[in-house]
């Protein structure tokens, strides 16, 4: 029976895997090992609504407490500047998988033109604002719909250390040397100040090093290389000065990749995720420069791949996160996959009663497995549809990417349209991106299909009609400073 847990790396996934066990699993010794001298990435982060789902919901932390102490921002979604259009909003509700009453077809084959507003969420982003009021008249905002958070690392980290050590996490500071291995898997790490510490289980959160899982465990890496070509990331930000406070992210296209911005309350981060066979650290870096003249002048270059390990979960050794896997941020799932790991995590524990068999890492594996490619075939999609540049790279990724299990998807797109049958397609597996995300990005690179429809001129106005009420009804709204001011004025109190 697991009773003793070792969790390598304190990082946001080695923290959020400590406090999922130990809120679920209290009775399990769980333990940290943490070097200052590795330190963390302290970029900004954008996340789903996951991630705020599984603090506030599944862990039942308090929600004034984070925001107090780790000053999140909200994010209704992200914006990008991508394909013919000048841009096009991608939100975490329904704007496509749904049906309006009054519509005869889907609303995507509305939505050639322009689908801005299509939402709720999508009329606030227009509007640059953060929350509609609500009609009861009390002037206070409407948060009851998904969000995600913008939130500096740095802050997160400092944020959910506090939480673990009130939790009962001990912290063990040193760096790893060497394992001892047994015949069930490993039995105990070993430190360069001489420290040994056995355990019946290990959390690898070792980030991109993957000490356990893939250097000690030597488990094989499947390369996301011919589905996503970008391996390099220039990351600046700079002090917020009078720019307006934006509650969405934006994915901009480059010369060879796309640039994020992600807004803070008091700084702006930028990044320009990149392939180095396409352009030079120098070259990316001066195009970064460009385009944004107030960051550093000598920005961070970043090296990763894509892809994941075979295997997650090996003998009794679990990685999670960065240790297990990573696909480029381009729809900000770092979190969430690490959310989705710690959760199923505890449901094999649950389930087999501390006392995990080979079946349910069987499991594991193949949930965990099938979730990052789910992450990568979304992604890749961004990549081929892209029209908004013609050079070499872009052509590269239109001709070149490959889709894996949503290409039929796509062919039946390319048949019938924007229909909701298309779910239908999609490999039958757990999709955090749904129908809808696709369809966003089909319907917003204007990707062509046979089945054309022709609305109405009455069709037309209705559909132009609700969203040109509700982006009028989200000017009136509350901006994302306004909103932090509130929480934090003495009269407001979280629902």
Known sequence: MIQNVLVLGAGSAGLLAAITLKK???????????????????????????????????????VARFFKEAEPTWKLGIRFVWGPREYFDYTFHQQFEGRWSHLSREPGFYAYEDFRGADIPSALMEAGKAFMFKTDGSGD???????????????????????????GVKFLE???????????????????????????????????????????????????DRALFCDRAVIGGWDRTTETTLAYTTAETMEAGWAW????????????????????????????????????????????????????????VVAIGNAAGFVEPLEASALMAVTTQCQKLVDMFVNSSLQPNESLRALYNHLAGGSFDTIRDFLSLHYKLNTRLDNEFWRHCREDTELGGIAPL??????????????????????????????????????????????????????NQIRTTLIARARQGMSVDESLRLIRSPKWRWQ
Request: aromatic fraction near 12%; glycine fraction near 8%; proline fraction near 6%.
């Open 410 to 463: 796509v062919e039946f797109y390319r048949e019938n349209g924007p229909v909701i049958l298309g779910t239908y397609t999609l490999p039958q597996f757990v999709d955090p991106y749904g129908l809808e995300g696709y369809l966003v990005m089909l319907i917003g690179n204007r990707a062509p299909y046979k089945a054309r429809y022709q609305p109405t001129a009455a069709e037309m106005n209705n559909w």
């Open 174 to 224: 040193g760096k790893v040397s060497g394992v001892e291995r047994g015949p069930a898997g490993l039995t105990a790490l070993r430190l360069e100040d001489g420290q040994r510490l056995e355990a019946d289980f290990f959390v690898d959160c070792s980030g991109f090093r993957s000490e356990l899982l893939g250097r000690a465990m030597e488990e094989p890496f499947v390369n996301y």
């Open 261 to 316: 911005q992600i807004e803070h309350e008091h700084h702006i981060n930028r990044g320009y995720v990149y392939c180095s066979q396409a352009i030079s650290d120098e070259a990316a870096c001066e195009e970064f420069l460009r385009k944004n003249p107030k960051a550093p002048k000598s920005p961070r270059v970043v090296k990763f791949r894509s892809g994941r390990y075979r295997r997650m979960w090996v003998e009794n």
């Open 24 to 62: 679920k699993l209290p009775t399990l010794n769980v333990r940290i090992v943490r070097s200052s001298d590795i330190g963390v990435i302290g970029v900004g982060e954008g996340t789903t609504p996951a991630f705020p789902q599984h603090l506030f919901d599944y862990l039942g932390l308090d």
């Open 141 to 167: 905002p409407d948060m009851n719909m998904k969000f995600a958070l913008h939130i500096e690392n740095l802050k997160l980290v400092a944020t959910l250390e506090k939480i673990a050590e009130e939790f």
